[in-house]
Protein backbone atom coordinates (compact mmCIF):
# COMPACT_ATOMS: atom_id res chain seq x y z
CA UNK A 1 0.00 0.00 0.00
CA UNK A 2 1.23 3.09 -0.72
CA UNK A 3 1.79 5.92 2.22
CA UNK A 4 -0.63 9.06 1.55
CA UNK A 5 0.77 12.62 1.72
CA UNK A 6 -0.82 13.38 5.66
CA UNK A 7 2.34 9.99 6.25
CA UNK A 8 5.03 11.50 4.80
CA UNK A 9 4.58 15.21 5.97
CA UNK A 10 4.37 13.52 9.43
CA UNK A 11 7.63 11.31 8.46
CA UNK A 12 8.96 14.34 7.69
CA UNK A 13 8.05 16.43 10.91
CA UNK A 14 9.52 13.60 12.70
CA UNK A 15 12.73 13.65 11.19
CA UNK A 16 12.80 17.55 11.61
CA UNK A 17 11.69 17.15 15.26
CA UNK A 18 14.55 14.44 15.50
CA UNK A 19 17.05 17.58 13.80
CA UNK A 20 16.00 19.72 16.47
CA UNK A 21 16.35 17.53 19.70
CA UNK A 22 20.04 16.73 18.52
CA UNK A 23 21.02 20.77 18.45
CA UNK A 24 19.65 21.79 20.95
CA UNK A 25 21.26 18.67 22.66
CA UNK A 26 24.41 19.82 21.26
CA UNK A 27 24.36 23.37 21.80
CA UNK A 28 23.66 22.42 26.25
CA UNK A 29 26.79 19.82 26.11
CA UNK A 30 28.94 22.63 24.12
CA UNK A 31 27.34 25.39 26.73
CA UNK A 32 28.36 22.82 29.33
CA UNK A 33 31.94 22.21 28.11
CA UNK A 34 32.74 25.65 27.61
CA UNK A 35 31.52 26.83 30.97
CA UNK A 36 33.25 24.29 32.57
CA UNK A 37 36.50 24.85 30.75
CA UNK A 38 36.50 29.11 31.16
CA UNK A 39 35.83 28.32 34.72
CA UNK A 40 38.04 25.61 35.35
CA UNK A 41 41.21 27.95 33.24
CA UNK A 42 40.13 31.02 36.02
CA UNK A 43 39.92 28.94 39.04
CA UNK A 44 43.76 27.88 38.21
CA UNK A 45 45.01 31.19 37.44
CA UNK A 46 43.40 32.31 41.04
CA UNK A 47 45.19 29.36 42.87
CA UNK A 48 48.31 30.52 40.93
CA UNK A 49 48.00 34.22 42.07
CA UNK A 50 46.59 33.87 45.49
CA UNK A 51 46.23 30.15 46.67
CA UNK A 52 49.15 30.86 49.49
CA UNK A 53 47.32 34.05 50.56
CA UNK A 54 46.28 32.78 54.36
CA UNK A 55 42.15 32.36 55.01
CA UNK A 56 40.39 34.17 57.52
CA UNK A 57 37.00 32.34 58.20
CA UNK A 58 36.60 34.65 61.05
CA UNK A 59 36.01 37.79 58.56
CA UNK A 60 33.67 38.20 55.67
CA UNK A 61 35.31 39.42 52.84
CA UNK A 62 32.97 40.31 49.76
CA UNK A 63 33.29 40.16 46.23
CA UNK A 64 34.41 42.81 44.62
CA UNK A 65 32.07 45.49 43.13
CA UNK A 66 32.99 45.18 39.42
CA UNK A 67 31.97 41.55 39.75
CA UNK A 68 28.18 42.50 40.58
CA UNK A 69 27.27 43.22 37.30
CA UNK A 70 27.51 41.37 34.09
CA UNK A 71 29.00 44.00 32.37
CA UNK A 72 31.83 44.25 35.18
CA UNK A 73 32.46 40.62 35.14
CA UNK A 74 32.67 40.83 31.29
CA UNK A 75 35.16 43.38 31.70
CA UNK A 76 36.97 42.37 34.29
CA UNK A 77 37.35 39.23 32.87
CA UNK A 78 39.02 40.79 29.36
CA UNK A 79 41.89 42.23 31.35
CA UNK A 80 42.80 38.84 33.21
CA UNK A 81 40.86 39.18 36.47
CA UNK A 82 40.77 35.48 37.11
CA UNK A 83 38.05 35.59 39.88
CA UNK A 84 36.10 37.23 36.83
CA UNK A 85 37.05 34.71 34.83
CA UNK A 86 35.43 32.10 37.23
CA UNK A 87 32.57 34.17 37.54
CA UNK A 88 32.40 34.46 33.70
CA UNK A 89 32.27 30.39 33.66
CA UNK A 90 29.63 30.43 35.80
CA UNK A 91 27.70 33.16 34.07
CA UNK A 92 28.23 30.84 30.92
CA UNK A 93 26.95 28.00 32.96
CA UNK A 94 23.48 29.87 33.69
CA UNK A 95 23.34 30.92 29.92
CA UNK A 96 23.56 27.62 28.65
CA UNK A 97 19.59 26.95 29.85
CA UNK A 98 19.06 30.48 28.23
CA UNK A 99 19.84 29.64 25.10
CA UNK A 100 18.47 26.35 25.24
CA UNK A 101 14.85 27.90 25.40
CA UNK A 102 15.75 30.93 22.80
CA UNK A 103 17.09 27.88 20.52
CA UNK A 104 13.63 26.20 21.48
CA UNK A 105 11.88 29.32 20.34
CA UNK A 106 13.28 29.54 17.25
CA UNK A 107 12.54 26.04 16.21
CA UNK A 108 8.55 27.00 17.34
CA UNK A 109 9.19 29.95 14.84
CA UNK A 110 10.29 27.55 11.98
CA UNK A 111 7.35 25.41 12.59
CA UNK A 112 4.92 28.15 12.91
CA UNK A 113 3.63 26.89 16.38
CA UNK A 114 2.56 30.48 17.72
CA UNK A 115 1.51 28.95 21.10
CA UNK A 116 4.57 27.51 21.53
CA UNK A 117 6.45 30.57 20.42
CA UNK A 118 4.34 32.83 22.80
CA UNK A 119 5.29 30.34 25.75
CA UNK A 120 8.73 30.46 25.30
CA UNK A 121 8.43 33.80 24.41
CA UNK A 122 7.57 34.78 27.90
CA UNK A 123 9.57 32.10 29.82
CA UNK A 124 12.65 33.15 27.59
CA UNK A 125 12.18 37.28 28.71
CA UNK A 126 11.45 36.54 32.62
CA UNK A 127 14.97 33.90 32.47
CA UNK A 128 16.88 37.18 30.85
CA UNK A 129 14.84 39.72 32.73
CA UNK A 130 15.99 37.81 36.55
CA UNK A 131 19.81 37.26 34.96
CA UNK A 132 20.08 41.12 33.90
CA UNK A 133 17.70 43.20 36.77
CA UNK A 134 17.20 40.46 39.56
CA UNK A 135 18.86 41.11 42.96
Known amino acids: MKPTHDVATAHELGEMDRRIEYAIGRLLRIG ?12 TALLAHAGDTPVSFSTFHGVEPALLTVTGILRAAANGNSRAIVELGLLLLIATPIARVAATMVAFIWQRD ?22
Open 32 to 43: VIVAAIVTLAGA
Open 114 to 135: ATYVVVSGIVLGMLLYGLLFGT
